[in-house]
């Protein structure tokens, strides 16, 4: 997994989170996930609250050969667009509003 955040104008951002996961081939059975998570974060003039910009991709790929089903490959993405205003505080920053989203 790796994150990475670069600057916008002002105090805006932008990051994108990706994540992967490989199957380790246990009951003929392989495969991998892989998701990317891009935002882009705008505070308000008032320094108070923030748009956020979600767009998230999830890919998958599988390959199984079993007596039953024999040889199969799968593989496919999904890819999602959300845009959410929150609040800004102690108690939820940044990190957390775009954790939220991206769950």
Known sequence: S???LWDL???DFAGCILIKKV???SKKIKGCWD????VE???KSSGKNA????TSTVMLWLETNKDGSGMMKLGGSLTRQHEQDFTLSES???????G???E
């Open 9 to 11: 104008e002002g105090s």
């Open 23 to 25: 199957g380790d081939g």
């Open 51 to 54: 748009t956020y910009k979600l």
């Open 41 to 43: 974060a705008r505070t």
């Open 92 to 98: 939820s920053p940044h990190v957390a509003n775009i």
């Open 35 to 38: 998701s990317i998570h891009v």
């Open 100 to 102: 939220h989203m991206v």
């Open 2 to 4: 790796s994150v990475y």
